[in-house]
């Protein structure tokens, strides 16, 4: 009887444990105070009336799309805003840090990322965003927000990799960089790295080290038009 007591005892601490790491990172449970705290400077954000984007003002309604995701998992959720812009979209991500919000990065078009691991991709186009000439795949890794501030320049510290597609009517082959993580030991080098072509094998050598066997996942159903009632429903 002892024993089978014992056994319960362990049982219930290893539940209330799982509990308990699902709340600290906003998962099903009660959400923490960053969660809280990044919902409502989002849906702040979201109602102004417009966003200063490239050269023009970026309305800020229902055309406007935005999706929440906690890339890195650790509790804050990060914004992706998607808007209409010339002949393809255009959009740009956000986190929270301790003095505000921070842009992270502009891009064309979201391709996913890889759960758990802190590494999402998008897509960005040549020729001034109106034709698709083969382009970019970008790879980013989301680092601890909690390190930075709203003033810094936080994409240098995110791209680790990325691809100049094939374009074909040029007869141009795909070309593959990688920088890796931007550290305070490689910031000498970094910039030098990721602008230095590697082969195919070692690139994905690269990306495997940080992704491991984690398959994309594609989120582009996610999107959600920016309106009252869905900030009050997913902003929470």
């Not at 049982?11 to 790491?21: A, E, F, P, Q, S």
């Not at 812009?85 to 301790?98: G, I, P």
């Not at 990322?113 to 382009?135: A, C, R, W």
Request: net charge negative; with cysteine; aromatic share 14%.
């Amino acid at each position: 009887m002892k024993r089978l007591f014992a056994a319960t005892a362990i049982l219930l601490l290893l539940i209330t444990g799982l509990v308990c790491t699902s709340c600290s990172k906003g998962g099903g449970g009660t959400k923490s105070k960053e969660w809280k705290n990044a919902m409502e400077t989002y849906k702040k954000f979201l109602t102004k009336d417009s966003v200063s984007w490239i050269t023009e003002d970026i309305v800020m309604d229902e055309s406007m799309k935005f999706m929440i995701k906690d890339i890195n998992e650790d509790g804050t959720p990060e914004l992706f805003l998607r808007a209409p812009y010339r002949d393809v979209c255009w959009c740009e991500s956000y986190t929270v840090v301790s003095d505000g919000i921070m842009e992270m990065t502009a891009f064309d078009e979201f391709n996913g990322y890889y759960p758990g691991t802190g590494v999402f991709s998008y897509k960005t186009y040549e020729n001034d965003h109106m034709l698709d000439q083969g382009g970019f795949t970008w790879f980013y890794f989301m680092d601890d927000a909690a390190k930075y501030s709203a003033w810094d320049e936080y994409s240098r510290a995110l791209g680790v990799g990325y691809i100049k597609n094939a374009y074909p009517e040029i007869e141009r082959t795909a070309q593959y960089y990688w920088g890796g993580i931007l550290t305070e030991e490689n910031q000498d080098t970094y910039s030098e790295d990721i602008k230095n072509p590697i082969s195919e094998d070692e690139f994905n050598t690269n990306l495997k080290e940080l992704i491991g066997d984690t398959k994309l996942e594609s989120i582009t159903e996610e999107w959600l038009p920016n309106t009252e009632e869905n900030r009050n429903t997913y902003l929470k």
